[in-house]
């Protein structure tokens, strides 16, 4: 399967900085990737679309300008979480569709954020 | 109501056993439908997917699907403890071009 790698995988901070989150496809290229977010226990929440060579497309309740998404190249989104607080401690996991006769997601490995 | 749903479980089956992890979508127009198994604290791996109705069989794991009941399901034989994950079910939209999850079911598999 197609691979898509995330970097940092942990990021410790403090309160009110922002940090940033990488996800690349490897060995394709995605115009579309997707970012998600899990909290302990549940199921995975899309906070957006990332879509290259335009504006990103958040879901409902996600904030836009506290969630900046950049998808700088057919290979590269990121996403950072600005003046991040507590409550924005989770596991981010990005992925991205590759196929020609049946398009899938595949999933980064995730980043777990612990804000301070 | 949910546009996919599952049982959370969890499901214990003993070692050896069939499991059958069991999803309802909401959305008639849902084109492909996605399993995937995600371990505690690791993100989501494909295990397979399935978009006409009838079964679909890799390895030990069969995906079945019944569009006319909005149902897809996916049946794991011989299970071993190393299958015990949370098993997430995803539907595509419409368009065919975003997820939308099930909450997961977690399944043990006892020794």
């Known amino acids: 399967g197609a691979v898509v790698s995330q970097h940092p995988s942990w990021v410790i901070c403090k309160s009110g900085t922002s940090v940033k989150i990488e996800c690349r496809s490897l060995d394709f290229q995605a115009t579309t990737m997707f970012w998600y977010r899990q909290f302990p226990k549940q199921s995975l929440m899309l906070m957006a679309t990332s879509n290259e060579g335009s504006k990103a497309t958040y879901e409902q309740g996600v904030e836009k300008d506290k969630f900046l998404i950049n998808h700088a190249s057919l290979t590269l989104s990121t996403l950072t979480v600005t003046s991040a607080h507590p409550e924005d401690s989770s596991f981010y996991i990005c992925s991205a569709p590759q196929g020609q006769v049946q398009e899938t997601q595949y999933f980064g490995p995730g980043t777990r954020l612990l804000v301070l | 109501q949910k546009e996919v749903e599952q049982n959370s479980g969890p499901l214990s089956v003993p070692e050896g056993a069939i499991a059958s992890l069991n999803c309802t979508y909401s959305d008639r127009g849902s084109q492909s439908f996605f399993w995937y198994r995600q371990y505690s604290g690791k993100s989501p791996e494909l295990i397979m997917f399935?978009?006409?109705?009838g079964d679909k069989e890799d390895g030990r794991f069969t995906a079945q699907l019944n569009k006319a009941s909005q149902y897809v399901s996916l049946l794991i034989r011989d299970s071993q403890p190393s299958d015990s994950a949370t098993y997430l079910c995803?539907?595509?939209?419409?368009?065919?071009?975003?997820?939308?999850f099930g909450g997961g079911t977690r399944l043990m598999v006892k020794p």
């Open positions: 399935i978009y006409s109705n």
């Open positions: 995803a539907v595509t939209n419409n368009a065919g071009n975003m997820l939308t």
